[in-house]
């Protein structure tokens, strides 16, 4: 099991073939993630990517657009070790992993938010989704 795991998703109501312009973008990755490296494992498309990340983390990460209704769900994954000398027990490590999950889990928000305001601008909700007018 890896010291630090993050799930989160995010349902973007727009097409899932938008999301290769965002999600594609490699200087986007460098925002959302700049202590990371990433090296793609597995491009999927509109399907999203898999990557292995060095830097600040050494593990894998992964985003997953799944088609649902009338847009799709954005699923982000890491599992990775922190690449820096952890306290060797008790409280501190407990607090420093913490620490490491929350800053990983608000970064993939950031992310996931970010994708989801640029692929709905301009839609009212309760309107269709963005691409499928």
């Given at each position: 099991?890896?010291s630090?795991?993050?799930?989160?998703?995010?349902f973007?109501?727009?097409?899932p073939h938008?999301?290769?312009?965002?999600?594609?973008?490699r200087?986007?990755?460098?925002?959302?993630?700049?202590?990371?490296?990433?090296?793609?494992?597995?491009?999927?498309?509109?399907q999203?990517?898999r990557?292995?990340?060095?830097?600040?983390?050494?593990g894998?990460?992964?985003?997953?657009c799944?088609a649902?209704l009338?847009?799709?769900?954005?699923?982000?994954?890491?599992?990775?070790?922190p690449?820096?000398?952890l306290?060797?027990?008790?409280?501190?490590?407990?607090?420093?992993?913490?620490?490491l999950?929350?800053?990983?889990?608000?970064?993939g928000?950031?992310?996931?938010?970010?994708?989801?305001?640029?692929?709905?601008?301009?839609?009212s909700?309760?309107d269709?989704?963005?691409?499928?007018n």
């Open positions: 099991m890896s630090i795991q993050v799930a989160d998703e995010t973007v109501a727009a097409s938008a999301v290769r312009e965002v999600l594609g973008d200087a986007h990755w460098r925002r959302w993630w700049p202590d990371l490296t990433l090296s793609v494992v597995e491009d999927r498309a509109e999203g990517f990557w292995t990340v060095a830097g600040g983390v050494v894998t990460m992964e985003v997953w799944q649902v009338d847009g799709f769900v954005l699923h982000y994954f890491l599992h990775a070790e690449d820096e000398i306290p060797s027990g008790g409280r501190a490590l407990g607090d420093r992993l913490a620490h999950n929350h800053d990983r889990r608000v970064a928000r950031v992310m996931s938010t970010e994708v989801k305001n640029r692929l709905e601008a301009g839609r909700i309760g269709p989704a963005a691409g499928r």
